[in-house]
C-alpha cells in the first residue's frame, strides 16, 4: 500500500491513463466529428462575444448599482457600441479610407519592389542549378526539370478563388448573425452560468466547483480588459510616433498593430514587420526611426504600461508564455495564438485549486490518524 502512495507513481499512473484515453478517442474520433464541427462554427463567435461581454460587463455594473433593470442596462450598451462604432467611423473612416486607396494605388509599385529583389534572388539560385545539374544525382536531376517546367492550372487556382470567397461571405453573415446572440445572452445571463454547473454538486465539492468557476471568471476578466487597454495604448504610443517621423500608412499600420498587440511578447514584433517593410520602401532612413519607435514604445509598456493594467493577476513567466504561444501557434494556427495565454491561465487555475483541495484532504486525513 506504501508504493500506491508515492506522488511519482500516482502521477505516472494518472499519465499513462491520459495517454489512454486520448489514444482511443483518436482511435473514435468519427464519433465526434458532428460535436467538432458544431464546436468549430460557434468557436469564433463565442469567443468574440466573450470578448465584447468582458469589455462592458463593468459598465453592466456600474450601471445597474445606479437602479437600471437588466433590460435598460443591455439597451444602453448596445446603443452605446453603435454610437462609438458610428463616431469612430466618421473621425477615422476617411483617413482609413484615404490610406487605403493610397495603398492600393501603390500596390503595384511596392510589389514590385518587394519581388524585384525576391525574383532576383530566385532567378540567381534557379540559373545556377540548371546549369550545374548535370553535377547532380539523377533523382535531383528530374526535380530540377520538373520545378523548370511546370505550369500552374490557371483555371483550377480561379475556381478555388472563387469557393473560398463565397465561403468567407458565408462566414462573415454568421459572424455578423452570431455574435451579436452570444453577446447579448452572456448580458442577459451572466449572473445563471456558474450555478448552472455547481448546482448538481453539494458540501466541499460544491465550494470548491464554486470558487473554481469564480477564479477562472477572475482571470479572464483580468486578461482580456489588460490587454485591450495595453494594446489601445500601445496603438497611441506609435501612432504619435510614426506621425513624428512621417511614415506612411500610419493610421493602418497602428490598426494592425492594435490586434496584433493582444498577443503577449511576439505581437509587437509581427506589428513591427509591416512598418519595416513601408519605412525601407519609403525611405531606408526611416528603418532607424521605425526601430526607435517600436524600441520606445516596448520600454514603456514593459516597465509602465503592463505592470500597472495587468499587475500579477497572471503572474505567468514570460518565458512560458512565449514557449505557449509557439507551440499553440504550430497546433492551431492563428486562433490558437490568440486563446493560448487565457487557456493557460484558466488551465493553471484549475490545476491549482485541484493542488490546492488533495493537500487539504491530505491534513485532514492526517489530523484524523
Known amino acids: 500500500m506504501r508504493v500506491t502512495r508515492k506522488v511519482w ?120 542549378l540548371l546549369q550545374n545539374k548535370d553535377n547532380f544525382p539523377t533523382q535531383l536531376k528530374d526535380i530540377i526539370d520538373k520545378m523548370a517546367n511546370s505550369v500552374q492550372d490557371i483555371a483550377v487556382v480561379a475556381s478555388k478563388g472563387l469557393v473560398s470567397f463565397l465561403q468567407s461571405i458565408v462566414s462573415v453573415s454568421l459572424l455578423a448573425i452570431l455574435i451579436p446572440f452570444f453577446f447579448i445572452f452572456m448580458l442577459k445571463d451572466h449572473e445563471k452560468f456558474a450555478p448552472s ?45 510614426y506621425l513624428l517621423i512621417g511614415l506612411e500608412y500610419s493610421l493602418l499600420l497602428v490598426i494592425f498593430a492594435f490586434f496584433m498587440n493582444m498577443i503577449p511578447f511576439i505581437g509587437p514584433w509581427i506589428a513591427f514587420t509591416p512598418a519595416l517593410i513601408v519605412a525601407v520602401i519609403q525611405d531606408p532612413v526611416l528603418v532607424i526611426w521605425v526601430s526607435i519607435v517600436t524600441l520606445v514604445a516596448q520600454q514603456i509598456d514593459s516597465n509602465f504600461i503592463t505592470p500597472n493594467v495587468m499587475g500579477k493577476s497572471l503572474d505567468i513567466h514570460p518565458l512560458t508564455v512565449i514557449t505557449i504561444i509557439l507551440a499553440a501557434g504550430n497546433i492551431a494556427g492563428f486562433i490558437g495564438i490568440i486563446i493560448a495565454v487565457p487557456f493557460y491561465a484558466v488551465l493553471k487555475v484549475i490545476v491549482s485549486n485541484i493542488y490546492d483541495q488533495r493537500n487539504a484532504i491530505k491534513k485532514r486525513a492526517t489530523k484524523s490518524v
Open 9 to 128: 507513481f500516482q502521477v505516472g499512473v494518472g499519465i499513462l491513463l491520459t495517454l489512454l484515453i486520448i489514444k482511443y478517442f483518436v482511435e473514435i474520433h468519427w464519433i465526434f466529428s458532428p460535436l467538432v464541427i458544431l464546436l468549430k462554427a460557434i468557436f469564433v463567435p463565442l469567443l468574440l462575444g466573450g470578448v465584447l461581454y468582458y469589455v462592458t460587463e463593468p459598465i453592466q455594473r456600474f450601471l445597474e448599482k445606479r437602479k437600471f433593470p437588466r433590460w435598460a442596462s443591455i439597451l444602453t450598451i448596445i446603443i452605446g457600441l453603435i454610437a462609438i462604432a458610428s463616431a469612430f467611423g466618421w473621425i477615422v473612416g476617411n483617413p482609413i479610407a484615404e490610406q487605403v486607396n493610397k495603398l492600393v494605388k501603390n500596390a503595384p509599385m511596392i510589389s514590385a519592389s518587394i519581388s524585384a529583389s525576391i525574383s532576383t534572388s530566385i532567378q540567381d539560385a534557379t540559373d545556377y
Open 197 to 241: 454547473i455547481y448546482k448538481y454538486f453539494s458540501g466541499e465539492r460544491r465550494e470548491w466547483i464554486k470558487k473554481t468557476l469564480s477564479e477562472i471568471d477572475d482571470v479572464l476578466r483580468s486578461y482580456i480588459q489588460g490587454q485591450l487597454q495595453i494594446s489601445f495604448l500601445l496603438a497611441l504610443i506609435m501612432y504619435v510616433g
